[in-house]
């Protein structure tokens, strides 16, 4: 069965600081993984998608598929990236199996 | 584009009644998603549409919920009759399908009392 798994269920960190947040997936086909974001008061957004390969905002995801893992990373954490993170994997057919989610908070 | 719409954005009703949550997804898109997010469970897929044919359902908690999308612009999640568990968040989601961006709205927060 497809599952995510996000270990943490808040993160508190200080402004500065790196940011990992975890993800581990289980899926016995060729995984399409994602992050999503939902900022306080906002609608829950695309952040990045590991076939892009892109830094969103300073963030990265490297999926490893030794590890079944599509940690989230950020070396230098800022208030405004706290947050809801949730990440979801694609198993086709345009469906999305989510994590339950990591809240990230970062103090100044 | 005002994006995905979800009407109501609140709503409290007392155990046994019936429950409507609407959606209007974004013009042009082909797939159409209803997920529930408590704190227990995060973000669950309940059913997703494509061109209006629902394709899984398989996420619907048990028959007291029901979901239609009568044309490409209008959807709707009903719970009857409703109990105090159901109460959580229902989001309404987008795509123009494939493994493509979903576009979510803003939500239903739902209270059964």
């Known amino acids: 069965a497809q599952r995510v798994t996000q270990p943490e269920k808040l993160l508190s960190v200080f402004k500065g600081a790196p940011v990992e947040l975890k993800c581990n997936y289980s899926y016995s086909g060729s995984p399409e993984l994602f992050w999503y974001v939902q900022y306080s008061r906002q609608r829950l957004q695309l952040l990045l998608r590991?076939?892009s390969r892109e830094s969103i905002k300073g963030f990265t995801a490297d999926l490893n598929k030794g590890e079944t893992s599509f940690h989230l990373k950020k070396p230098f954490a800022q208030e405004e990236d706290s947050a809801m993170y949730y990440c979801?994997?694609?198993?086709?057919?345009?469906?999305?199996?989510f994590g339950t989610g990591t809240r990230l908070l970062v103090s100044p | 584009d005002a994006g995905v719409i979800q009407s109501p954005r609140h709503e409290v009703t007392e155990m046994g009644q019936e429950v409507t949550l609407r959606c209007k997804p974004i013009s042009g898109h082909n797939s159409l998603f209803w997920y529930r997010q408590t704190m227990m469970r995060g973000l669950e897929l309940l059913i997703y549409f494509n061109n209006n044919v629902p394709i899984d359902d398989s996420g619907m908690p048990e028959d007291r919920f029901s979901a239609k999308m009568p044309n490409a612009s209008f959807s709707t999640l009903k719970i009857q009759p409703s109990e105090p568990r159901d109460s959580a968040v229902y989001f309404c989601?987008?795509?123009?399908?494939?493994?493509?961006?979903?576009?979510f709205g803003p939500g239903t927060r739902l209270t059964v009392t």
């Open positions: 989601a987008s795509s123009s399908g494939g493994p493509n961006e979903q576009y």
């Open positions: 590991h076939i």
């Open positions: 979801a994997l694609s198993t086709g057919f345009q469906k999305l199996v």
